[in-house]
């Protein structure tokens, strides 16, 4: 029974691999997750309102180098970057999350993987859920190469611009 298990579980794990968890690596991302803002700084949407206007928690992407930090239509980046942190892979993901220690569940947006020193790799980006009908969403980044489906936040809940699709399979796609 034990081994059966583990055949189906392998299986599972395939099959997710081929069908969305790499996902079309010659795809664009959709126009309706994540924007490319031009000089390598990738943002998911939608933006967060907060008081300096729309705003995403961006990935910045420099030859082999990235950063992550607030970043907006109407702006030039705000001085939160976090830069430097060497890059193990570059791919716009959305996949299903949850807050860590059992919080909200939710979409988490993604751009890129940055290693980042002592706290490993993260994928930086934004969880978006909706309180009642309201669309929200935190700054953060998942954990790991993939991300380990826990999102840990770097700042408190804003309300959406507009409503997001909630995401029935994990996909990812190459931006670089």
């Known amino acids: 029974m034990v081994v059966i298990k583990r055949i189906l579980v ?13 996902g079309p690596a010659n795809a664009a991302p959709d126009p309706d997750d994540f924007r490319n803002m031009g000089n390598g700084i ?24 990235g950063g992550t930090g ?8 705000l001085p939160t970057w976090a830069n430097d942190f060497p ?8 996949s299903k999350a949850q807050e860590a220690g059992g919080g909200v569940q939710g979409i988490s947006k993604t751009v890129g993987t940055l290693n980042a020193g002592a706290f490993g790799q993260i994928r930086p ?7 009642g009908f309201q669309p929200i969403g935190r700054p953060g980044h ?3 190469p993939f991300g380990d ?3 840990h936040s770097v700042g408190d809940w804003l309300h959406a ?10 996909i990812c796609y190459r931006i670089y």
Do not use: K
């Open 10 to 22: 392998a299986a599972a794990v395939a099959l997710a691999t081929i069908l969305g968890a790499s």
């Open 161 to 170: 611009n507009r409503d997001f699709t909630p995401s029935t399979v994990d």
């Open 87 to 94: 890059i193990s892979s570059a791919f716009a993901c959305v």
């Open 125 to 131: 980006g934004n969880l978006y859920s909706y309180f």
């Open 142 to 144: 998942t954990t790991g």
């Open 70 to 77: 607030w970043y907006g239509p109407s702006n030039e980046g």
């Open 42 to 65: 990738w943002c998911p949407l939608p933006w967060l309102e907060t008081g300096y206007g729309p705003l995403s928690w961006c990935t910045e992407i420099a030859g082999d180098y």
């Open 149 to 151: 489906r826990q999102f």
